[in-house]
């Protein structure tokens, strides 16, 4: 089976000076200190304006007339402007300066639409407040900033909620560990530790660190990591994961990675990635939220210049102007996929789905084919029996007999007999004498008789060839046959054959079953002889096999398929590395820890095939979400501007400032529930 890079893994920036805990609490806090500041800042500024227009509301002769009281005094209009200075200034401020910081990038953009529509309305009623002809519309203004905040504070709620899945992963990390130190235990903080240490894991505790159990057994819950639902069993020799959770027995860990390359920190990192990448439909939307604010800038000076000449009211063209302005804010258009990445981004890396290129996921959508390597990914990598021939011996015993001569060798063929034993639950049988046959099998003594487990060539060379269609038919799928002779005092007999096989796994045949269901064509590439390959691609029903391709040629062969389909590579190894690269989305499965696979667009941390299918819905449904949001954003703007401009005045429908506030956020609003829904 293939082996994983370990040395030339994918290289990390590192944001987090190289400490595990404080690391991920560090980089937790470079990811979400920007928006968790602007939400507070949206937040206070929301409420403290929202106080100062309550008496901006009781000052407002509109309000007073519509609600039949008076409140009128000498110099009550420049209370009025002094107020809504305030509100306009200060709860204006955040809009103002994005105004200027986007005229600093050349790309208008929503903060852009706000502050020109809340300035010519400020402007406006100013002038009016000191003798201009016309109407203040103060409260307008103070309501329209105040919802403004509002729809601010709501969304960054919704991008700090979405992108909370860092978070999540940073608060799995215990802050300290027990040492090992002289033959005694003591606690010391996580960062402290290094390659080499060990660490004591008490029952119910996580595993504060990657490392290889050097001591004691237990099964150890690895679900909020990789998505494995079932607890692991973990002995001496095997790897557990920091931020895993022990179960019930007390492990000595060695620690092997700290820092930037555990696991963990590498999967915050992956995922941190992955939501700053470039979507092509993010692109798509960007452009449209340009287009958007040149084109409400426009329609807003061209509402003003039309309502000026027709109307000859200097107040209501102001007003239907900034209107236009509110309601075209692209919010929804520029939250429509960003909140979708963050959200289908955090799923993923939940389930042990690792996206590093946003794109190829997108690509995942329209792959119509799945190219699978054999071993180790369809495979289990391991020999397996497979069928179990008898010749006047009981099939168990067989097995027994076989598998306690085999018991004594390191050879694969051997450890899947000894497997097969364990798996039926056979007690084993105890050997006199044993001894290897160079290159032939293995012999022993078993209640008097000897018996050997051999190769079809020392049939041969004993003339004890076997005329069986069973046999021939076994061949013929190019498994592996051996045989258990029984030699009763130079009386030699075959008393049974066991073919193994390179095992396909259980989730296999679940994961094509699936490929199919989505009318994707589930394809096989591999090294292995073609009898072996059609065996297995009998077994799961492939579509097509591609049957002793040297690894070199796996790349050309993927380029053929291109030809006719959208194709994903699933491998597992280096000599997949140029079949990965090539193909249009390349999926590097069961990568365990190793997750620092160079040419995979996306890594998955289980060795399960059907992980593949959850990968290609999930771009489905995010892309459909994606198309959703756009729809929705841009649908709503295309209806709601020519309302906005007073398209039907006529009518008796007229929109206003603060109702165009109010639509607008409700808009963004529904772009962020759609986004979560995707869950």
Known sequence: MDEHPHENGMKMEDHRNGNSHSDGSKQSGHVHSGHQHMMLEFKKRFFISTLVTIPILILSPL??????????FEGDIYVLFLLSSFVYFYGGYLFIKGFFDELKRKSPGMMTLISVAITSAYVY????????????????????????????????????GASRALEELVKIMPSSAHLVKNGETVDVKVEELKPGDLVIVKPGEKIPIDGVVVEGETSVNEAMLTGESKPVTKKKGDGVIGGSINGEGSITVEVRKTGKDTYLNQVIELVKEAQESKSKTQDLANRAAFFLTIISLGVGALTFMVWTLFQSDLTFAVERAVTVMVIACPHALGLAVPLVVAVSTSIAARNGLLIRDRRAFERAKDVRAVVFDKTGTLTE????VTDVLTYDMDENKVIQISAGLESKSEHPIAQGIVRELEKRGIDPVEIQEFRAIPGKGVEGRINGKIYRVVSPGYLRENGMELKDDRIEKIAEQGKTVVFLIEDDSGNMKVRGAIALADMIREESREAIAMLKELNIRAMMLTGDNRFVANWVAEELGLDEVFAEVLPHEKAETIKKVQERYAV?????????????????????IGAGTDIAIETADIILVRNDPRDVVSILTLSRSTYGKMIQNLIWATGYNAFAIPLAAGIAYSLGILLTPAMGAVLMTLSTIIVSINAKLLR
């Open 381 to 384: 990598g391991e020999f397996g």
């Open 125 to 160: 009623s100013s002038a009016v407040a000191f003798g201009l002809e016309g109407k203040v519309f103060f409260w307008e203004l103070a309501t329209l900033i105040d919802i403004m905040l509002l729809g601010h504070w709501l969304e960054m709620r919704s991008i700090l």
């Open 63 to 72: 309000i007073q007339s519509i609600l039949g009281y008076s409140l009128r």
């Open 568 to 588: 994903a590579m699933v491998g597992d190894g280096v000599n997949d590395a140029p079949a990965l690269a090539q193909a249009d989305v390349g999926i590097a």
